[in-house]
Nanobody
Framework: VELVESGGGLVQSGGSLRLSCAAS????????MAWYRQAPGKQRELVAR??????NYADSVRGRFTISRDNAKNTVSLQMDNLNPEDTAVYYC???????????????WGQGTQVTVSS
């Protein structure tokens, strides 16, 4: 399985960006998707996750970010509004899939996309 992110970039404080992540390969069933981020000198942290229905959010982004899934296309998106410099980080897509034949589950990470918010 490969996860490919897109949509990062440079934005001014108060602006918006939309990140997208597409899963491809021998997917089977994607049972969970999420976005993490890692700022320089800090640990990777969960930003938002979605299994089915509504997403769950870190306190720092709740009300500003929205995660969504398209199960038919095996994609997950993160709409980020009212960005501030503290949101600057590399954002990673994360997924858990279940193989069709074996039923085993696996975890996958994307390569990351840089989001920079200027003050």
């Amino acid at each position: 399985v490969e996860l490919v992110e897109s949509g990062g970039g440079l934005v001014q404080s108060g602006g918006s960006l939309r990140l997208s992540c597409a899963a491809s390969g021998n997917i089977g069933e994607i049972i969970h998707m999420a976005w993490y981020r890692q700022a320089p000198g800090k640990q990777r942290e969960l930003v938002a996750r979605i299994t089915s229905g509504d997403g769950n959010y870190a306190d720092s982004v709740r009300g500003r970010f929205t995660i969504s899934r398209d199960n038919a296309k095996n994609t997950v998106s993160l709409q980020m509004d009212n960005l501030n410099p503290e949101d600057t980080a590399v954002y990673y897509c994360y997924a858990i899939n279940r193989e069709s034949v074996s039923g085993r589950t696996f975890q996958w990470w994307g390569q990351g996309t840089q989001v920079t918010v200027s003050s």
